[in-house]
Nanobody
Framework: QVQLVESGGGLVQAGGSLRLSCAGSGRTFSSYTMGWFRQAPGKEREFVAAITWYGGTTYYADSVKGRFTISRDNAKNTVYLQMNSLKPEDTSVYYC???????????????????????WGQGTQVTVSS
């Protein structure tokens, strides 16, 4: 199992930047594909980005492509989400998630679905003011 704790959220003006961190527990962190999702009030939780355990291949939602970057540091058991050129519509609670299985090979689009993930953090609020 893995436990996840997000940090780095806050209030930022439109056009600004934030970096979210997700610290994971356990010795097998490097074996999990990791993802970021977000959920705004009254809306479904939506995919933001994912990074595979093998080779660090990344995958993004169209709405954040070119503005957000997901990365991981397995030595620190941490995954990051660098968010640049933030917009008011990026305002949400951001959640970190880990694959439900270790060392799994699956298609990148599969990792844009909530069903791919078995472990979730508690979320961190990001608010972008106009």
């Amino acid at each position: 199992q893995v436990q996840l704790v997000e940090s780095g959220g806050g209030l930022v003006q439109a056009g600004g930047s934030l970096r979210l961190s997700c610290a994971g527990s356990g010795r097998t962190f490097s074996s999990y594909t990791m993802g970021w999702f977000r959920q705004a009030p009254g809306k479904e939780r939506e995919f933001v980005a994912a990074i595979t355990w093998y080779g660090g291949t990344t995958y993004y939602a169209d709405s954040v492509k070119g503005r957000f970057t997901i990365s991981r540091d397995n030595a620190k058991n941490t995954v990051y989400l660098q968010m640049n050129s933030l917009k008011p519509e990026d305002t949400s609670v951001y959640y970190c998630a880990a694959d439900s299985a270790t060392r799994r090979f699956a298609s990148l689009p599969y990792y844009s679905t909530r069903e791919a993930y078995g472990y979730w953090g508690q979320g961190t609020q990001v608010t972008v003011s106009s």
